[in-house]
């Protein structure tokens, strides 16, 4: 059955990060929504190879349309936790039940929405002490899956976060 991924993204985020989890969702049968700050903007990657447009607006959206969340790294996670509006939708999200996927730095968003203590994840080396200091068991490893929860730590590790994902995706 087709699944419906929440993308929280803004300017500076890893390109393939997204690109990569977001192709092999679709893929799959599953529908991929971005959500920034307002419908219609462009983001760029750091990496200067990928622009998206940006389905929703974070204003427009609720957790409960949902099926899944997807949080890639770069600097857009730290950015996105700024507003409190994207702290309340991972909050939301997190207190579901419901899958979340994320990779590198994407975790922040999870630290700030108090979404971490006692789980199970890896990151960019860059927060692990963040993690660790949120309550996070942290292990450096390409995936790690705490029950909905796929977390990985770069791009090197996305043919693992990508299947770890789908196979989360398909069970759910």
């Keep these: 059955m087709s699944k419906k991924i929440a993308v929280l993204i803004t300017d500076e985020f890893e390109d393939s990060e997204f690109t990569s989890p977001a ?16 419908a219609g903007n462009i983001v ?61 730095h994407g975790p922040q968003l999870l630290i700030s929405a108090n979404g ?25 490893k390409e995936v790690v899956v705490d029950d909905k929860l796929v977390t990985s730590r770069t791009p090197e590790d996305l043919p693992a976060f990508n299947r770890e994902s789908l196979r989360i995706l398909n069970a759910a």
């Design 23 to 38: 192709e092999a969702y679709t893929q799959a049968g599953h529908e991929v929504v971005t959500i920034e700050f307002k």
């Design 44 to 104: 760029k990657g750091k990496q200067g190879k990928a622009e998206v447009n940006i389905d929703k607006s974070i204003d427009d959206v609720n957790a409960a349309e949902f099926d899944a969340l997807l949080l890639p790294g770069g600097h857009s996670p730290d950015a996105l936790r700024g507003d409190d509006r994207f702290i309340n939708f991972t909050k939301e999200f997190v207190a579901s039940g419901k899958p979340v996927f994320a990779i590198c």
């Design 116 to 140: 971490v203590r006692d789980r199970k994840m890896t990151s960019v080396k860059a927060i692990a002490i963040d993690l660790r200091n949120a309550g996070a068991d942290f292990y450096d």
